[in-house]
């Protein structure tokens, strides 16, 4: 009976687990965030401007 659930309920659903994911912080950011760093100062270990926008990726 649970499975079968009207579309205003899985939309509800939807739209809380998007809540809850939009503020509690993504575990997948942290790895990233840490192998970022190393990745720019092994590819690109003289390039100041780029170590200075952690927001724009060294590629």
């Known amino acids: ?3 079968i659930t009207s579309p205003q309920e899985r939309m ?3 739209k ?3 809540a809850t994911k939009i503020d509690k912080p993504q575990p997948k950011a942290e790895p990233t965030a840490k192998e970022e ?3 720019e ?3 690109m ?3 100041d401007k780029e170590s ?3 927001d724009i ?3």
């Open 57 to 59: 990726p060294a590629l």
């Open 1 to 3: 009976e649970e499975d």
């Open 45 to 47: 270990p003289g390039d």
């Open 52 to 54: 200075a926008n952690p």
């Open 16 to 18: 809380a687990l998007a």
């Open 37 to 39: 760093p190393a990745f």
């Open 41 to 43: 100062d092994i590819e």
């Open 12 to 14: 509800a659903r939807l």
